[in-house]
């Protein structure tokens, strides 16, 4: 689709080898983690704002089941009771999803990017000519005839798949910035039975996602398993900064839930 190469997959390719040509020792993973760098600071507000959307949603959780359970017979009335409450608590729903979806075309693209995109012949390496018209004016130019190392640090092939190591590291990462945002959830209420099944789905995806980001990244070009573990590695330091001044809110047993009325 050319939209999608005019839009996404010629801006990061493009990007990606001014990194690389332009950094010291020309290394293609230190390019990587430059782009992924930015393109998470690009992302960094609503990234913060999905964060806190999340939060607020595990803290008002509770006080949704009562509505969800006063207006269990009648589903009309139960979502204008909870769009009411979602103004009311200043919560957007959807708003967690938001980095998710903004992420998922770059993913694509980077996909591209790695797989299609860094073809190298093995003879001259250079980029594939047909890469090379991707380029912009004077990076077109330099790449006729600058030579491309597809290696990490000397030793890591981004262009390869199946490699181990960066996909496990990428799924610890996974799991660690999972752990972290569950173990912000705020305390159950005594007798809360009614959050045991959240709480369950919440801990099997903390297990779920990093056996995911492990199958994907081994199937994947490396490139994008050390851009997941990058940006991954950024989204945990993003939670610490954001929890370290916002502490989640603790419920108080017995105090009454004043809920909103919709006439």
Known sequence: ????????????????????????GQDLGVAIILLTLLIKFILFWPSLSAIHSQQKMQEIQPKMKELQDKY??????????????????????????????????????????FFAGINIDPTTHLLAADQVTHLYGSLRTAFETLQVNNMFLGFVNLTAKHNVILAVLAGAAQFWQSHMMLSQRPPKLPGAKDEDMTAMVSRNTMYLLPVMTIVFGWQFPAGLALYWLVSTV??????????????????????????PKVS
């Open 72 to 113: 269990k017979d009648n589903r009309e009335e139960l979502s204008k009771q909870l769009m009411a409450f979602y103004k009311v608590h200043k919560v957007n729903p959807f708003s967690s999803c938001l980095p998710l979806l903004l992420q998922l075309p770059i993913l694509i693209a980077l996909y591209r990017v």
């Open 1 to 24: 689709m050319e939209w999608f190469n005019i839009i996404l997959y010629e801006p990061l390719f493009n990007t990606l080898m001014f990194l690389y040509k332009n950094v010291p």
């Open 234 to 259: 950024f989204q945990v330091a993003q939670q610490y900064y954001y929890f370290k001044w916002h502490k989640p809110k603790q419920q108080q047993p017995g105090q009454p839930e004043v809920l």
